[in-house]
């Protein structure tokens, strides 16, 4: 397996909380990058989509001719993490809404399925992949996953529902790990990421590592 | 489990990061925003250049038409209270809207004390002239802070210069020795620890979004490079000749801000912007900004 500093890990930089996962990445180790443009999202070797407002996001990424690339990233094997907005984004399906969705991942999400912001709640979640100690799980106007497909592993659940889940090399949660400093989970992706990167081929991607774009904060 | 957290509060406003909140007077605007990529809707009952044009005491709005607009879209509504009007902040609450402006665009109920905002369990944001005033509504619990500008003028003259205040007045802290902190917050009339919190990180505690003036997609791109991190456009929209396409270039333009081809790419075409004032010739009583301290 490659080095963690080694990868290249983008965050879809077209709206939302990029900065906060740039530094939980930085902090792994991994080189962080923001990016919103064909040439930057191909040059990394996985994505992460952040929190923010997924109809936002959703109408960029489809007007600025994002949603085929992100597809052919993710066929190509190469991991996906979506937080919140970004669950939404990767779902397949989301309940009673026809916004734009990439419809990568084999689950139904419902929007804002707590309530309104006033709903927005903390909660200790027990995450088993990722060691005993409890998660803090910051949910704001959060989606439910209101059903997986038979591929779909569930990794935490809060409130009886599931709040963290692995298909393959995509990974979703719920919740915000970029809000607190508990950098757990964004290990686990790069883990994912090293894993996936060792097994495509590294010298064609060699080619690219430090393509002129900078390192944040 | 924990409702309404510090955590979660500020968390929605980093949510809004990058994006572009929309003032609207009833539903259909605010599907007009929604469809042109707004990450949030301001209800309100006249926009502020119509407030200023009509002149009267301005409140908040009709809860029923915060109801309608709340039901007509599925980001999250923001509506305006007056400045100290903690009962129009609490029905705010009850109704369930998102975020609660306490706002200078209406008529101020108190003229010497803000809201308490850390008795709410809605979020609030409130604006701000220069670092200190920001600093003196975070410590009365504003979740985010964005620049006042002179809402209703058109004109972003204001909040480029409140922004340039806000961040120079960062850098400055930024080469100060500790023991001159204390003697800049009193300067600053600002909360000591809140000072010291800017010092260590370099920014402010909570999100800093620009308003106030803002009516075209170059405006966002500018407020955007001075190192705000949303904008709010009040009447820069539905002032305009072509709010749908206006609404949807100033989104773009948001999101790429950093790049000028797109800028001018997405302002082709747009139709007239809102008309605007010289706020130089406005009166010192017909100014916004000089409502709340």
């Given at each position: 397996?490659?080095?963690?500093?080694?990868?290249?890990?983008?965050?879809?930089?077209?709206?939302?909380?990029?900065?906060?996962?740039?530094?939980?990445?930085?902090?792994?180790?991994?080189?962080?990058?923001?990016?919103?443009?064909?040439?930057?999202?191909?040059?990394?070797?996985?994505?992460?989509?952040?929190?923010?407002?997924?109809?936002?996001?959703?109408?960029?990424?489809?007007?600025?001719?994002?949603?085929?690339?992100?597809?052919?990233?993710?066929?190509?094997?190469?991991?996906?993490?979506?937080?919140?907005?970004?669950?939404?984004?990767?779902?397949?399906?989301?309940?009673?809404?026809?916004?734009?969705?990439?419809?990568?991942?084999?689950?139904?999400?419902?929007?804002?399925?707590?309530?309104?912001?006033?709903?927005?709640?903390?909660?200790?979640?027990?995450?088993?992949?990722?060691?005993?100690?409890?998660?803090?799980?910051?949910?704001?106007?959060?989606?439910?996953?209101?059903?997986?497909?038979?591929?779909?592993?569930?990794?935490?659940?809060?409130?009886?529902?599931?709040?963290?889940?692995?298909?393959?090399?995509?990974?979703?949660?719920?919740?915000?790990?970029?809000?607190?400093?508990?950098?757990?989970?964004?290990?686990?992706?790069?883990?994912?990421?090293?894993?996936?990167?060792?097994?495509?081929?590294?010298?064609?991607?060699?080619?690219?590592?430090?393509?002129?774009?900078?390192?944040?904060? | 489990?924990?409702?309404?957290?510090?955590?979660?509060?500020?968390?929605?406003?980093?949510?809004?990061?990058?994006?572009?909140?929309?003032?609207?007077?009833?539903?259909?605007?605010?599907?007009?925003?929604?469809?042109?990529?707004?990450?949030?809707?301001?209800?309100?009952?006249?926009?502020?250049?119509?407030?200023?044009?009509?002149?009267?005491?301005?409140?908040?709005?009709?809860?029923?038409?915060?109801?309608?607009?709340?039901?007509?879209?599925?980001?999250?509504?923001?509506?305006?209270?007056?400045?100290g009007?903690f009962?129009?902040a609490?029905?705010?609450?009850?109704?369930?809207?998102?975020?609660?402006?306490e706002?200078?665009?209406?008529?101020?109920?108190d003229?010497?004390h803000h809201i308490d905002k850390h008795k709410f369990?809605?979020?609030f944001?409130?604006?701000?002239?220069?670092?200190?005033?920001?600093?003196?509504r975070?410590g009365e619990g504003a979740?985010?802070?964005?620049?006042?500008?002179?809402?209703?003028?058109?004109?972003?003259?204001?909040?480029?210069?409140?922004?340039?205040?806000?961040?120079?007045?960062?850098?400055?802290?930024?080469?100060?020795?500790?023991?001159?902190?204390?003697?800049?917050?009193?300067?600053?009339?600002?909360?000591?620890?809140?000072?010291?919190?800017?010092?260590?990180?370099?920014?402010?505690?909570?999100?800093?979004?620009?308003?106030?003036?803002?009516?075209?997609?170059?405006?966002?791109?500018?407020?955007?490079?001075?190192?705000?991190?949303?904008?709010?456009?009040?009447?820069?929209?539905?002032?305009?000749?072509?709010?749908?396409?206006?609404?949807?270039?100033?989104?773009?333009?948001?999101?790429?801000?950093?790049?000028?081809?797109?800028?001018?790419?997405?302002?082709?075409?747009?139709?007239?912007?809102?008309?605007?004032?010289?706020?130089?010739?406005?009166?010192?009583?017909?100014?916004?900004?000089?409502?709340?301290?």
């Open positions: 397996m490659g080095r963690i500093e080694d990868l290249q890990v983008g965050v879809l930089a077209l709206q939302g909380d990029v900065r906060e996962h740039l530094l939980a990445l930085a902090r792994c180790g991994a080189q962080a990058l923001p990016v919103k443009y064909e040439e930057q999202i191909r040059a990394c070797q996985a994505l992460v989509i952040p929190g923010g407002e997924s109809t936002t996001i959703g109408k960029l990424v489809s007007r600025y001719g994002l949603a085929e690339l992100l597809r052919e990233f993710a066929a190509a094997g190469k991991p996906i993490f979506g937080t919140c907005a970004g669950s939404i984004l990767l779902a397949k399906e989301i309940e009673g809404n026809e916004q734009f969705r990439l419809g990568l991942m084999d689950i139904v999400v419902e929007r804002n399925a707590y309530g309104r912001q006033v709903e927005s709640f903390e909660d200790e979640l027990n995450i088993p992949s990722l060691g005993e100690e409890p998660f803090r799980g910051v949910f704001i106007r959060a989606p439910q996953i209101r059903s997986l497909g038979e591929g779909v592993e569930p990794l935490a659940y809060c409130r009886e529902r599931v709040v963290l889940c692995r298909q393959g090399r995509l990974l979703v949660s719920t919740f915000h790990p970029e809000l607190t400093t508990d950098l757990r989970l964004h290990q686990y992706f790069l883990i994912l990421v090293q894993a996936s990167h060792s097994s495509t081929d590294v010298r064609k991607h060699g080619n690219h590592k430090r393509a002129g774009y900078q390192s944040v904060r | 489990m924990e409702r309404a957290t510090w955590r979660t509060k500020v968390g929605l406003a980093e949510m809004l990061k990058g994006g572009v909140i929309m003032d609207v007077t009833h539903a259909e605007q605010a599907q007009i925003a929604e469809e042109a990529g707004a990450v949030a809707v301001m209800a309100l009952e006249r926009v502020p250049a119509d407030i200023r044009a009509e002149g009267g005491v301005a409140r908040m709005a009709d809860p029923l038409k915060i109801k309608e607009i709340m039901e007509a879209v599925s980001i999250p509504v923001m509506a305006k209270a007056r400045i009007h009962a129009e609490q029905v705010l609450e009850a109704l369930g809207v998102d975020f609660v402006d706002s200078e665009v209406l008529t101020p109920a003229e010497e369990n809605v979020p944001v409130c604006g701000c002239r220069d670092l200190g005033e920001a600093l003196r975070i979740a985010m802070i964005r620049t006042k500008g002179e809402a209703g003028s058109g004109n972003i003259v204001e909040a480029v210069r409140h922004m340039r205040l806000v961040t120079s007045e960062m850098r400055r802290l930024s080469a100060l020795k500790e023991e001159e902190l204390m003697g800049t917050a009193k300067e600053l009339r600002a909360p000591y620890e809140l000072v010291c919190q800017v010092v260590k990180e370099g920014r402010l505690p909570v999100p800093n979004f620009a308003a106030g003036g803002i009516a075209t997609p170059a405006d966002a791109a500018l407020m955007m490079q001075l190192g705000a991190e949303a904008v709010f456009v009040g009447s820069g929209i539905f002032k305009s000749k072509d709010p749908r396409a206006r609404a949807k270039a100033i989104v773009e333009a948001t999101a790429h801000y950093d790049r000028p081809d797109i800028v001018a790419k997405v302002s082709e075409g747009i139709g007239e912007a809102m008309a605007g004032l010289d706020v130089h010739k406005l009166e010192e009583k017909d100014l916004l900004q000089t409502r709340g301290w």
